[in-house]
């Protein structure tokens, strides 16, 4: 479990310890119980973004860049659950999913927010220029399930082979509902400083979800998911 949010203003402590000290006790009341195997869902925000010329991360790369929260709070954690699962001698299985999508959500998450955005027209205006890992939550499932049944170890990267860009994904929208209208421009990188502007008037006038932190903007700005 993990509060996932990335616009949450005085829950940033909340977001990490969440994560970071739920870890440690559920580790040490596993062991304790006899369990010898764990599959951790972690996330893909564990892994760097890169600059678009740059060769493609893998599993065994970790990010650096720790100023979100949210990010913050699933890289430590999970760190700290690789740490653990030697002191313990558990047999752990990392899942790394990208943003999750798809049927039988009971409430918003920031990426259900992210395609609500979209549907509600916020990227009318203009779309950044960037690319969005999803992945559907029935195969999150499947690979947990595998993960659980597979005499394996390891961090597995579980997003689509082909990354769509926010364009991609607005303009596959637009496909299913002509009312979702398309993005007069893609905004170069000097824009993402106003984003949280735009993100206020939004929300004021159109009642859309608010997206956008600063922080990671700063993160997002100038890369992408490789």
Known sequence: AAVYAYVAPGRE???????VKGIEKTFRAASKAG????????SIVSLPLTLPDDPPVNEKDWTKDLQVPYIRAKTQREQLAWELAKELNLNLVT???GAITGPGFAKNTPTIDMI????LNYFRFGVINMNYPIVDVRDVVDVHIRAAETDCEGRFIVCNDTIPTFR?????????DPKVGLPLM????????ISGMFDKINNLFFGTPMIVLPELMATLKGKIWN
């Open 13 to 19: 402590n909340e977001i990490v310890d969440a994560s």
């Open 35 to 42: 369990v010898k195997k764990i599959v951790l869902t972690s």
């Open 95 to 97: 899942v790394l999913p």
């Open 116 to 119: 609500e955005a979209m549907m």
């Open 168 to 176: 991609d994904l607005v303009e596959a929208l637009h496909t299913i």
């Open 186 to 193: 893609t905004m170069p990188n000097f824009m993402l400083g």
